[in-house]
């Protein structure tokens, strides 16, 4: 796969804003969807625009759910080339932005998508405005079928036993600044929603970022001191929520897996926000029933 390395990103997040990926519960499909950005001209928001009938553009009340201004759903087919977006932003020279394709990250890794690709996540692609195209992407063809992988999951097994369930984390900007920017350019916040658990179901967080590793590894990571990690159960500062009433934790040891077993009584339907801190070895969970 050719790769943009992510030192291209900070100049390009200007256009489309940070990602806040939510989950559903149990999705058998998920959506791609398209950002093509805004910009700021005389003291007023102004979005671009993608015109193409495979592009719906979402509501006011449903971007504010995705943390996004100006997004698009695609319905294109696997392998369909991808809408061209439209924008009227200037620089001071007068000349006009133009757009150098549709990226993502993947792998900790700024990747371009030109045609609609296979996804096994809800995936947003986000427009790369230029002024000054001296810079060009490199054409990118991804591999494995131009699939996108989650590489931010839970592994949840069901009373402790059998097959477990593998649900998506979703990346989602977070104001904690010391928190762990997990191979990104800022602190990062792993989001489930929506998510079932019963009695006795034992949770396994698995993310990259916390090392080179281009794999998911099993967070958090053993302190070199005590060759355990710590699991954080956190309270609600403004519900009467406690982690700890829903969850038990095990930070592990050189013979076990961190993990976290669901106590309470009866099956629910919970959010989860999972943060680390301390080079990984800390993982900060706060957890709640969805309303």
Known sequence: MKKILTLAL?????????????????????????????????????????????????????????????????????????????????????????????????????????????????TYLYADWRADLSQRKDPVIPDGGEEVEPNHYMLVQRGGVGEPERITLRKAYTDMMSAEMLGYLYPVE???EGFELTPGDIITVYTTGLTDDEDAVIAPLRSPTTNRGTIQLEKSGEKPVDTANYLSADGGSSRRTPSMTYIAEESGIYNIYIKFFSKGNTMAVYMEPKV
């Not at 805004?38 to 003291?43: A, D, K, S, W």
């Not at 006011?60 to 991808?82: F, I, P, R």
Request: hydrophobic share 35%; with cysteine.
């Open 10 to 122: 900070a100049g390009i997040m200007t256009l489309g804003g940070a990602a806040a990926l939510t989950a559903c519960n149990k999705p058998t499909t998920y959506t791609l969807y398209l950002v093509p950005g805004t910009y700021v001209q005389e003291g007023a928001q102004v979005e671009n625009t993608l015109s193409d009938k495979s592009a719906k553009k979402l509501t006011e009340a449903e971007c504010e759910e995705l943390h996004l201004d100006n997004v698009y759903q695609c319905s294109l087919a696997k392998g369909k080339t991808l809408p061209v977006p439209a924008s009227t932003r200037t620089d001071e020279d007068g000349n006009a932005y133009t757009f150098n394709g549709w990226w993502t990250i993947v792998d900790a890794t700024v990747t371009y998508f030109e045609t609609m690709p296979v996804v096994n996540e809800t």
């Open 190 to 192: 792993l989001v489930a």
